[in-house]
């Protein structure tokens, strides 16, 4: 089997088999796969997780965050500040400022490896098409990437550039796993786990046990590289498996190193841990981008973060915080 054409790594969720009051479902949403399984405490009122008025709420929450941040759908809020934003300011939602405020925020932490301009470039790549910029599209659209062309005021948004675009692809999913998380508690549920594509959370413990969250190992799907028991944390995982094509043997995947434009080598998936899931989120990309030693080095001064790398050459890499597993 040929290196690409395997599925590198992925999350797996390690757990005992579903007992009578663990409710467990899925569904497709903001472009990947949604699971949420939980524990109902009430004598089974409930007798499927479809007709719990939680799922119904999380899938209501994840719906809308789709409609209002994808970038292809037309009238969604972030699709409105694209299309008009470098000719006059627009007026963004609370929510929409606290989503570029923290970007912003991992935009200086990671030295401008996490921008969401990136998509004044990223807008021109079609994964599923085989589509990238050429040489001369990258010389044009490079100068309209950087996130202080953003300038947020008074809760408008205004690009100080042409060309300038954002696409939140790096972080809204952790924040709608955030979203899902709150919801559940509102709900009085102790014991859940939800995730969104690579984004997901653990909430409480397996009712005595820990969660077991594996990490797929490179060189055999089958294998789990390192068990990691979590509770009530955010664990994300970015690979660059999820969007990608192959050209001349080199793979063109959705992660971007603002600095050329290009998609981003060197590494082949991170994890991290984080009490949030928007930092999760934000953190995987970002360490993605800026490769084993920049990245560990942050991973390592952020209290309460890990991570596991895994480069291209199939070497794990661990934050100080993690042991590896015993050989
Ligand atoms: P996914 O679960 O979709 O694989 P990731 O957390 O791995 O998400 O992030 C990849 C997404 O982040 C891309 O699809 C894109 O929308 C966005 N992105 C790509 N490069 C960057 C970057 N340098 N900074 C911020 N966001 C990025
Ligand atoms: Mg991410």
Same mark, same amino acid.
């Given at each position: 089997m040929s290196w690409h054409h395997v599925t590198l790594i992925g999350l797996?969720?390690?757990?005992?088999?579903?007992?009578?009051?663990?409710?467990? =479902?899925?569904?497709?949403?903001?472009? *990947?796969? $949604?699971?949420?399984?939980?524990?109902? @405490?009430?004598?089974?009122?409930?007798?499927?997780a479809d007709t719990h008025p939680v799922t119904t709420a999380i899938k209501t929450e994840f719906s809308r965050i789709n409609a209002t941040y994808s970038p292809w759908v037309e009238n969604s809020e972030l699709y409105r500040v694209n299309a008009n934003a470098s000719q006059s300011a627009q007026p963004v939602s609370e929510e929409f400022q606290y989503l570029i405020n923290t970007s912003g925020?991992?935009?200086?932490? =990671?030295?401008?490896?996490?921008?969401? *301009?990136? $998509?004044?470039?990223?807008?021109?790549? @079609?994964?599923r098409n085989g589509k990238a910029p050429d040489t001369e599209q990258l010389k044009q659209t490079l100068p309209s990437i950087g996130f202080d062309r953003i300038a947020l005021h008074d809760g408008r948004?205004?690009?100080?550039?042409?060309?300038?675009?954002?696409?939140?692809?790096g972080i809204a999913k952790g924040h709608a796993i955030d979203r899902a998380v709150a919801i559940l508690r509102q709900y009085g549920i102790a014991h859940a786990y939800i995730s969104l594509g690579g984004d997901s959370f653990v909430l409480g413990d397996r009712r005595g046990r820990d969660w077991q969250v594996g990490i797929r190992h490179p060189r055999d799907a089958q294998a789990v590289a390192m068990r990691l028991p979590v509770a009530n944390l955010a664990v994300s995982t970015s690979g660059d498996y999820e969007r990608y094509f192959i050209r001349d043997g080199e793979r063109i995947h959705h992660i971007i190193n603002p600095g050329n434009g290009k998609s981003s080598h060197g590494l082949v998936s991170v994890t991290v841990?984080?009490?949030?899931?928007?930092d999760a989120d934000a953190l995987s990309t970002s360490v993605f981008v800026m490769g084993t030693q920049k990245g560990l080095a942050m991973i390592n001064a952020m209290p309460g973060v890990s991570a596991v790398l895994i480069s291209a050459e199939g070497k794990v890499f661990y934050s100080d915080d993690l042991s590896p597993p015993s050989p």
């Open positions: 797996l969720l390690v757990s005992s088999p579903i007992r009578a009051q663990w409710l467990q =479902t899925q569904w497709d949403v903001m472009g *990947t796969r $949604a699971t949420l399984e939980f524990w109902q @405490d009430s004598a089974a009122e409930f007798v499927d925020d991992y935009y200086r932490l =990671t030295d401008g490896a996490f921008d969401i *301009t990136f $998509a004044s470039v990223g807008h021109l790549y @079609d994964y948004v205004q690009f100080t550039v042409a060309g300038t675009r954002i696409d939140l692809g841990i984080a009490a949030r899931g928007i």
